[in-house]
């Protein structure tokens, strides 16, 4: 089953942020069981508050990423870019629909 990860932060860094991740995507580029898609919302009422969406192949892929020393490194580094603690909420995908 699908696994996805939601992640709610606040930050006025966003930029410096985005170049981490981007940094980080060029070192995971190719490593089997990492994330399949992510999508990063921007909370138009709190003009510092972002939700990251990140799905994985299944709830063990992610917990093996999570606790890669890698992803550890860009968590604490993303986190000491935010104004507030990062928050989880792990989810099984039940069902996704392309609506056209």
Same mark, same amino acid.
């Given at each position: 089953? @699908?696994?996805?990860?939601?992640?709610?932060?606040?930050?006025?860094?966003?930029?410096?942020?985005?170049?981490?991740?981007?940094? $980080?995507?060029?070192?995971? $580029? !190719?490593?089997? !069981? !990492? $994330?399949?898609?992510?999508?990063?919302?921007?909370?138009? !009422? &709190? =003009? &510092?508050?972002?939700?990251?969406?990140?799905?994985? =192949?299944?709830?063990?892929?992610?917990?093996? &990423?999570?606790?890669?020393?890698?992803?550890?490194?860009? $968590?604490?580094?993303?986190?000491?870019?935010?104004?507030? =603690? =990062?928050?989880?909420?792990?989810?099984d995908l039940q069902e996704m629909?392309?609506? @056209?």
């Open positions: 089953m @699908k696994f996805v990860q939601i992640i709610d932060f606040e930050t006025e860094r966003i930029d410096e942020m985005r170049q981490l991740v981007e940094e $980080a995507d060029q070192r995971f $580029a !190719g490593r089997s !069981g !990492g $994330a399949t898609h992510r999508m990063v919302l921007h909370d138009r !009422g &709190n =003009p &510092n508050r972002y939700l990251v969406v990140i799905e994985f =192949p299944s709830y063990e892929d992610a917990m093996r &990423n999570s606790q890669d020393p890698e992803t550890s490194k860009m $968590a604490e580094q993303i986190a000491a870019l935010c104004t507030r =603690p =990062p928050s989880f909420t792990d989810c629909t392309e609506m @056209k």
